[in-house]
């Protein structure tokens, strides 16, 4: 059964940066359509950025100009660069990963951005 375990949350100040990382324990991770989703307390989880196993990249608008996800087949891992951290960026992160019909969710790692 494949296995995403996110790392990199924790408390910024506003304005401050972070790097979240999801490693998957597939060999086929290439093959994987890989998303970050976030959630807020009280809100529902939604879609920060994602990247195809061709490259291409989507962002939500929130974090356009802000975020980047990139990925490293060779390490089985998919990247979540933030800057200019704002207190609304404040969440739990999700890796998610898609191939065909399979889905697989990390367990989450926790961003607080204070003001």
């Known amino acids: 059964q494949v296995q995403l375990v996110e790392s990199g949350g924790g408390l910024v100040q506003a304005g401050g940066s972070l790097r979240l990382s999801c490693v998957a324990s597939t060999n086929i991770f290439s093959n994987y359509n890989m998303t970050w989703y976030r959630q807020a307390p009280g809100k529902q989880r939604v879609l920060v950025a994602g990247?195809?196993?061709?490259?291409?990249?989507e962002y939500a608008d929130s974090v356009k100009g802000r975020f980047t996800v990139s990925r490293d087949n060779a390490k089985k891992t998919v990247y979540l660069e933030m800057i200019n951290l704002k207190p609304e960026d404040t969440a739990e992160y999700y890796c998610?990963?898609?191939?065909?019909?399979?889905?697989?969710w990390g367990q989450g790692t926790h961003v607080t951005v204070s003001s």
């Open positions: 990247i195809t196993s061709e490259g291409s990249t």
């Open positions: 998610h990963g898609r191939f065909w019909e399979l889905q697989v």
